[in-house]
């Protein structure tokens, strides 16, 4: 089964920045949409970014101007950049491939916002 491995969460300041990394096999990542959603204590999982096999990107509203999504296609790897992080984007944070029947989900990585 497709394996996926979230990378760069942790604990940081309001206003700083962090980076997510997550790698997926070569077979789903190569043609398939990657994306990025995050999970809050009590709330719903929501969309934060998505990028297409070619490079279209799109992103939730709370998130549009501070973050970014991209992929390296040569290394089956998919980044999330989070800038001007607020306490709000607090949240589990997923990776996950949209093959042509499934998504396939990592475990997760969790990301800390401080005041």
């Known amino acids: 089964q497709v394996q996926l491995v979230e990378s760069g969460g942790g604990l940081v300041e309001a206003g700083g920045s962090l980076r997510l990394s997550c790698v997926a096999s070569r077979t789903i990542f190569s043609g398939n949409a990657m994306a990025w959603y995050r999970q809050a204590p009590g709330k719903q999982r929501e969309l934060v970014a998505a990028?297409?096999?070619?490079?279209?990107?799109n992103y939730g509203d709370s998130v549009k101007g501070r973050f970014t999504i991209s992929r390296d296609n040569a290394k089956n790897t998919v980044y999330l950049q989070m800038n001007s992080l607020k306490t709000e984007d607090t949240a589990v944070y997923y990776c996950?491939?949209?093959?042509?029947?499934?998504?396939?989900w990592g475990q997760g990585t969790k990301v800390t916002v401080s005041s």
């Open positions: 990028i297409t096999s070619g490079g279209s990107t």
């Open positions: 996950a491939v949209k093959s042509s029947t499934k998504y396939f």
